[in-house]
């Protein structure tokens, strides 16, 4: 999933990175990570779906509504389900903080 959300992300240009705001970069860039993993649709008690959720996140010195809207459209083309966002401003560090939230769900191979 990460390679996929690396790859949707890539065409903007931006550092993609996964994890947390990296303040060393002191410049506009996308971060992303998992933030949760549920085994979904069992089958004669065997689970046959994983639902991923991730957090995309967007740092930046300038408003960047222009590029969330992209993020959002790319992470939809990837496959992925859009399911909430926010925008925040932190004003400790004067960033903007655009946080979007996506789920997919992918067939559990299982362990084989």
Wanted: glycine content about 4%; aromatic content about 16%; overall charge negative.
């Amino acid at each position: 999933m990460n390679k996929r959300i690396l790859e949707a992300l890539a065409p903007f240009g931006y550092p993609v990175l996964y994890g947390w705001y990296d303040e060393s970069l002191n410049k506009t860039h996308i971060t992303f990570f998992q933030y949760n993993e549920l085994p979904n649709d069992y089958s004669e008690d065997t689970n046959e779906v994983l639902e991923h959720y991730f957090q995309v996140d967007i740092w930046s010195k300038e408003n960047v509504e222009k590029l969330k809207r992209n993020v959002r459209k790319a992470m939809i083309k990837s496959g992925f389900k859009y399911t909430d966002g926010r925008d925040q401003f932190e004003t400790d560090t004067k960033i903007y903080h655009k946080a979007l939230r996506f789920y997919i769900a992918e067939i559990d191979e299982g362990d084989d």
